[in-house]
């Protein structure tokens, strides 16, 4: 059974400085997403990942993926008050006999993110 | 371009009652997942919809059924409720194509 396991669960940083939310995974994936919500709203896609050593960037985030250690990483950069939410890391696999489309996507708990001035 | 829509926003049942969520797709995507979200917890997979066929269910009891039509629209049915059927219900769309997930804004469901 496919695990996925961020840490932290929780994280207080402090505007300016940087810190990084880790996901692993316990079996092979074929993709791996991040995910921010805020609170009472829905899920905002942010980044995929598809490869072995893919990067992506966004502003003040930026997403890696290593799929022989499967793990993920989501770097944040000079935190800033907006940033503040729980961002979710997900793992999606295809589906056999449905010639490669995306089957379910397993996620984890989450990492709440609150960054005070 | 709508994104992924979902109705109705927010409901209250009592325990026993049926309750039936909708969604509509964003443009272009053909499949439908829904997921439920517990309070605190991160989503869990309840099945997916291609061509009107049910192709991925999660572990969910057969109280949850659903329903894709012509058009991608789905429908989530949720039989005998329980109090812990209490979450957020959420719709996620993707295609082929483009096989990301996107998600609708949720259904709040209150079992009291």
């Known amino acids: 059974e496919l695990k996925v396991e961020q840490n932290p669960l929780f994280l207080s940083m402090q505007e300016g400085k940087n810190y990084t939310i880790y996901c692993n995974y316990s079996t092979t994936s074929d993709r791996l997403y991040w995910y921010r919500q805020d609170p009472g709203k829905s899920l905002e896609s942010l980044f995929v990942?598809?490869?072995?050593?893919a990067v992506k960037q966004e502003g003040r985030l930026m997403a890696s993926l290593d799929t022989k250690a499967r793990l993920s990483t989501l770097h944040i950069t000079a935190a800033v008050h907006d940033l503040s939410a729980t961002y979710f890391c997900a793992v999606g696999h295809k589906l056999a006999g449905y010639g490669g489309s995306q089957g379910n996507l397993i996620f984890g708990k989450g990492t709440k993110l609150s960054v005070k001035p | 371009d709508a994104g992924v829509t979902q109705s109705p926003t927010h409901l209250i049942k009592t325990r026993g009652q049926q309750v039936t969520l909708r969604c509509s797709p964003k443009s272009g995507h053909d499949t439908v997942s829904w997921y439920q979200q517990a309070l605190g917890q991160g989503p869990q997979f309840i099945f997916q919809?291609?061509?009107?066929?049910?192709?991925q269910r999660g572990n969910f009891p057969d109280r949850f059924s659903g329903h894709q039509f012509p058009n991608y629209s789905s429908e989530l049915n949720v039989n005998a409720l329980l109090l812990g059927d209490s979450a957020l219900y959420l719709c996620?769309?993707?295609?082929?194509?483009?096989?990301?997930?996107?998600f609708g804004p949720g259904t709040r469901l209150l079992v009291l």
């Open positions: 919809y291609y061509e009107e066929e049910e192709r």
């Open positions: 990942l598809l490869s072995n050593g």
């Open positions: 996620a769309s993707s295609s082929g194509t483009h096989q990301t997930q996107y």
